[in-house]
């Protein structure tokens, strides 16, 4: 292994002003805690996989937003419902969630 984690999960976790901009605020702090505890149920993946809050990670609009490195697998629109299924897919099982997926506008 290259780097010291197969996956680091990054969630954003930016909370803006009401009124303005959306951001992932309170919807991705929620994310965060979920996942961490989700992680903290398999001792096994502690070496292996890290959850880690991140500010701005761009798709405002679609969040609460969640990347995970090295693959560079993005998720959007995630809420807690989904987040069992992301860490028996993906965060413990390596395979990303694919109804799940961030799919990028077309530019």
């Given amino acids: 292994m ?3 984690f197969a996956r680091h999960f990054f969630v954003c976790v930016n909370e803006r002003p009401a009124g303005g901009k959306p951001s992932c605020g309170a919807g991705g702090r929620a994310i965060l805690a979920a996942l961490q505890a989700g992680l903290g149920k398999h ?10 809050e991140a500010g701005c990670l761009g798709p405002c ?10 693959e560079g697998v993005w998720y959007a629109n995630v809420t807690i419902a989904d987040v069992d ?8 099982g390596g395979r990303p969630v694919e109804r799940l997926r961030y799919r990028w506008p077309a530019t």
Avoid at 61 to 70: A, E, K, S
């Fill in 2 to 4: 290259e780097g010291k």
């Fill in 43 to 52: 001792p096994e993946s502690w070496s292996e996989v890290a959850v880690t």
């Fill in 61 to 70: 609009f679609d969040g609460p937003t969640v990347v995970v490195y090295p």
């Fill in 85 to 92: 299924e992301i860490v028996r897919e993906h965060l413990v």
